[in-house]
T-cell receptor, first 116, second 118 residues
Framework: GAVVSQHPSRVICKSGTSVKIECRSL??????MFWYRQFPKQSLMLMAT?????????EQGVEKDKFLINHASLTLSTLTVTSAHPEDSSFYIC????????????FGQGTRLTVV | AQKVTQAQTEISVVEKEDVTLDCVYE???????LFWYKQPPSGELVFLIR??????QNEISGRYSWNFQKSTSSFNFTITASQVVDSAVYFC???????????????FGQGTTLQVKP
C-alpha cells in the first residue's frame, strides 16, 4: 500500500508558540489530503480537506486562522497550529488520497501535540 | 446526513472468546464505502477492510470476518478466537461516493475499545 509519513510523531510546545506538522506521501501523488483531530478516548474528527494548490476547506467549527493548512505540492501538506494553547493538545493525524484512486485513504502515523 | 454509530463503547472478553463489534451507518448516498480500522495504543490507524455498497458478500480474513447488510445499514466485525494482541480501539468509517466521485473523506464512528484478557 501507499505510504504516508507524518512528522513529528510527538511534540511538546509552550503555550503561545506555533507548531508545524508535516504530512508527506512518499510513493504517490496526493491531490487531496485530510487532517483529523482526535481527543483522548474519542473519535477522529475531520478538521479540513487540503487540495494541492488551493485553499483548504475547513469543517464547521474549525478556526482556519488557528489551524493553518498549506498543500504546496502533490506530496506535502502542512498543518500549523498557531498560538497554541493547552486545549489544542490532541492527536492530529493526516491522510492522503491517491490521485486516481479515491477509494482508500492512507494514514500517517499521527502527531501527539502537548501544549504546556 | 451521514453518520456512523458504534454503540459499544467498551468490550472486554477473555482470550479465545469470539467477539462482534457493531457498526450502523446512515447515508443518503446510494454509493459509498465502508471501512474498519484498528488503532493500537501507539495511535496509528491500521486499515482492516474496505467494502463498497454494491458488494454485500461477507468476507473472512483469518480470524476476522465482516457482515455487511444494507437492509439494516450495518457492517459488523467479528473476531474469532480473540487474542490479547487484538486489544485496541476499532473504528468503523463511511466514505460517500464511488470511484472518481469519492474524495477519500471519512466519517468515523465513535470507536469501540476492545480489551482481551489473558
Amino acid at each position: 500500500g501507499a505510504v504516508v509519513s507524518q512528522h513529528p510523531s510527538r511534540v511538546i510546545c509552550k503555550s503561545g508558540t506555533s507548531v508545524k506538522i508535516e504530512c508527506r506521501s512518499l510513493d504517490f501523488q496526493a491531490t487531496t489530503m485530510f487532517w483529523y483531530r482526535q481527543f483522548p478516548k474519542q473519535s477522529l474528527m475531520l478538521m479540513a480537506t487540503s487540495n494541492e494548490g488551493s485553499k483548504a476547506t475547513y469543517e464547521q467549527g474549525v478556526e482556519k486562522d488557528k489551524f493553518l493548512i498549506n498543500h504546496a505540492s502533490l506530496t506535502l501538506s502542512t498543518l500549523t497550529v498557531t498560538s497554541a494553547h493547552p486545549e489544542d493538545s490532541s492527536f492530529y493525524i493526516c491522510s492522503a488520497s491517491l490521485q486516481s484512486h479515491y477509494t482508500e485513504a492512507f494514514f500517517g502515523q499521527g502527531t501527539r501535540l502537548t501544549v504546556v | 446526513a451521514q453518520k456512523v454509530t458504534q454503540a459499544q463503547t467498551e468490550i472486554s472478553v477473555v482470550e479465545k472468546e469470539d467477539v462482534t463489534l457493531d457498526c450502523v451507518y446512515e447515508t443518503r448516498d446510494t454509493t459509498y464505502y465502508l471501512f474498519w480500522y484498528k488503532q493500537p495504543p501507539s495511535g496509528e490507524l491500521v486499515f482492516l477492510i474496505r467494502r463498497n455498497s454494491f458488494d454485500e458478500q461477507n468476507e473472512i480474513s483469518g480470524r476476522y470476518s465482516w457482515n455487511f447488510q444494507k437492509s439494516t445499514s450495518s457492517f459488523n466485525f467479528t473476531i474469532t478466537a480473540s487474542q490479547v494482541v487484538d486489544s485496541a480501539v476499532y473504528f468503523c468509517a463511511l466514505s460517500e461516493g464511488y470511484g472518481s466521485g469519492n474524495t477519500g473523506k471519512l466519517i468515523f464512528g465513535q470507536g469501540t475499545t476492545l480489551q482481551v484478557k489473558p
